[in-house]
Nanobody
């Protein structure tokens, strides 16, 4: 099982970026999917999470600016980031709790980070 994330880059304050992350491999279920971020010198923090049923959870600092969504059939999650601020600069990581069969417990999977830099 792999998580492949993409979509990071350099953007000016107030701009937008969209991150995507696709899970591949032998997958029975994925719940939840989420995005975390880690800024230099800081701990990794949850940005947003979404269940297979569509329930979402956001960090207070991004609520109203970021939107998480997913396509269960494509095992893909997106993070639409609007009104970006310099404080959003971080490496963003895709996360998923994935079960590979109906009888086995799931495991935590992480994608490689993608750098988001917000700067003028």
């Amino acid at each position: 099982v792999q998580l492949q994330a993409s979509g990071g880059g350099l953007v000016q304050p107030g701009g937008s970026l969209r991150l995507s992350c696709a899970a591949s491999g032998s997958i029975f279920s994925i719940d939840p999917m989420a995005w975390y971020r880690q800024a230099p010198g800081k701990q990794r923090e949850l940005v947003a999470a979404i269940t297979s049923g569509g329930s979402t959870n956001y960090a207070p600092s991004v609520k109203g600016r970021f939107t998480i969504s997913r396509d269960n059939a494509k095992n893909t999650v997106w993070l639409q980031m609007n009104s970006l601020k310099p404080g959003d600069t971080a490496v963003y990581y895709c996360y998923a709790y994935i079960a590979t069969s109906a009888t086995l417990s799931g495991l935590d999977y992480w994608g490689k980070g993608t750098q988001v830099t917000v700067s003028s």
